[in-house]
């Protein structure tokens, strides 16, 4: 079945960066959209950004535009997210999902990072 | 920020029917399809409901999804205990560019 396993959280100080992971397998990774979508700590989800199946178009929320990149590696079936310039409200479980039937329809089971000083 | 307005909470006593509504506007639920997504305590979401009112295999017919003008519900008939956790809509919207998740729903089952 589908997998999805995230890595690269961790402890950063405001104003540092970090490049989330999300490596696939068991289906084809080059036929679909990818996803982030976070969760602050006892909050609700937030999208955060997709890259289209061939990494041509991207979109991000408001608040991680001009510090966030997503992109892919399709060789590698890996999702990334490099995030640059963190917040302490950029605090939060990332997930990696799948974009399928208008929505996510796979998810890993999250990495947290934690953005304080 | 959730553009998508939930109800906090809901409940209902084991066998019964509890609806959660989302709403939305014309740029998001008014022209795009609904999703609804399940999140037990301290686990990923999982996809219930897309297109609307559609189950992905392995969902049981104990859940479903319907959408009116800017508006969408989830109900879940015959509650069971397992059905405790956070429900979420989301839909793509079209002058953000972007996703948007409804505010969660927690379900108690008393």
């Known amino acids: 079945q589908v997998q999805l396993v995230e890595s690269g959280g961790g402890v950063v100080q405001p104003g540092g960066s970090l490049r989330l992971s999300c490596a696939a397998s068991?289906?084809?990774?080059?036929?679909?959209?990818m996803h982030w979508v976070r969760q602050a700590p006892g909050k609700g989800l937030q999208w955060v950004a997709i890259v289209s199946y061939d990494g041509t178009k991207k979109h991000y929320v408001d608040s991680v535009k001009g510090r966030f990149t997503i992109s892919r590696d399709d060789s590698k079936s890996t999702l990334f997210l490099q995030m640059n310039s963190l917040k302490p409200e950029d605090t939060a479980m990332y997930y990696c999902a799948r974009g399928n039937l208008g929505g996510f329809d796979s998810w890993g089971q999250g990495t947290l990072v934690t953005v304080s000083s | 920020q959730s553009v998508l307005t939930q109800p906090p909470s809901a409940s209902g006593t084991p066998g019964q029917r509890v609806t959660i509504s989302c709403s939305g506007s014309?740029?998001?639920?008014?022209?795009?399809?609904v999703t609804w997504y399940r999140q037990l305590p301290g686990a990923a979401p999982k996809l219930l409901i897309h297109s609307n009112n559609q189950r992905p295999s392995g969902v049981p017919d104990r859940f479903s999804g319907s959408k009116s003008g800017t508006s969408a519900s989830l109900a879940i008939s015959g509650l069971q205990s397992e059905d405790e956790a956070d429900y979420y809509c989301a839909a793509w919207d079209d002058s953000l560019n972007g996703y948007v998740f409804g505010t969660g729903t927690t379900v108690t089952v008393l």
């Open positions: 014309s740029s998001n639920i008014g022209i795009n399809t």
């Open positions: 068991s289906f084809t990774f080059t036929t679909y959209a």
